[in-house]
């Protein structure tokens, strides 16, 4: 079975700029959830979607937000980009809700703010 | 404010002797507790899960245990090998809040 996939592996922006992460998730996965991930901050929640809504939402910014496709498969966007921005970003997806289940974690976009 | 714990400092064992990383949790009552293993420029990889009514739970050479009035997770890994060298991730769910809440991590560092 494919692991979850996504693209870019790497991206490099500037400031201002917007930026569309996307997520594959495993087959029969219908829930994907995001993360952000800094040296400084850890790992911090980002958004969860199960059948195309989004069920939770993590602390940050309105100049993120996320979205799911009937086949599961999300993208996450993140507008007007700040340098603080710079961060592995990870998805995972789940059988069911994140919270009681197994979670399968992609590789993660690098994304460079300059 | 709640937060969750990890040993900041990096934990050194020589191979063979057991690994026992903590987890401390405050102002949060967990229904479950996960913990998860990362290695550099990867993602975290799914170790296991115990619900606050299991006290322990085993799984080949790992062992957590979850003590909800003490507040703390701690996570074993017996006959530790250098293959086990990583950073090893808890991360808790709340009953009403279902968003997953990671800790900062322990780095495990295993010696021969």
């Known amino acids: 079975k494919a692991g979850v996939t996504q693209t870019p592996r790497y991206l490099i922006k500037t400031r201002g700029q917007q930026v569309t992460l996307s997520c594959s998730p495993i087959s029969g996965h219908r829930s994907v959830s995001w993360y952000q991930q800094t040296p400084g901050q850890g790992l911090q929640f980002l958004f969860e979607y199960f059948s195309e809504t989004q069920r939770n939402k993590g602390n940050f910014p309105g100049r993120f937000s996320g979205r799911q496709f009937s086949n599961s498969r999300s993208e996450m966007n993140v507008s007007t980009l700040e340098l603080g921005d710079s961060a592995l970003y990870l998805c995972?997806?789940?059988?069911?809700?994140?919270?009681?289940?197994?979670?399968?974690f992609g590789p993660g976009t690098r994304l460079t703010v300059l | 404010s709640q937060k969750i714990e990890q040993n900041s400092e990096a934990l050194n064992i020589q191979e063979g002797k057991t690994a026992t990383l903590t987890c401390n949790y405050t102002?949060?009552?967990?229904?479950?507790l996960q913990w998860y293993r990362q290695d550099p420029g990867r993602g975290p990889v799914f170790l296991l899960l115990?619900?606050?009514?299991?006290k322990e739970k085993r799984k080949e050479r790992l062992k957590v245990t979850f003590d909800t009035t003490l507040k703390q997770s701690l996570f074993h890994i017996t006959a530790s090998q250098p293959a086990d060298s990583a950073t090893y991730l808890c991360?808790?769910?709340?009953?009403?809040?279902?968003?997953?809440?990671f800790g900062t991590g322990t780095r495990l560092q295993v010696t021969l």
């Open positions: 115990i619900r606050e009514n299991e």
């Open positions: 995972a997806s789940s059988v069911g809700f994140s919270s009681y289940n197994e979670q399968f």
């Open positions: 102002n949060y009552s967990p229904a479950y």
């Open positions: 991360a808790l769910i709340t009953g009403t809040a279902s968003k997953l809440t």
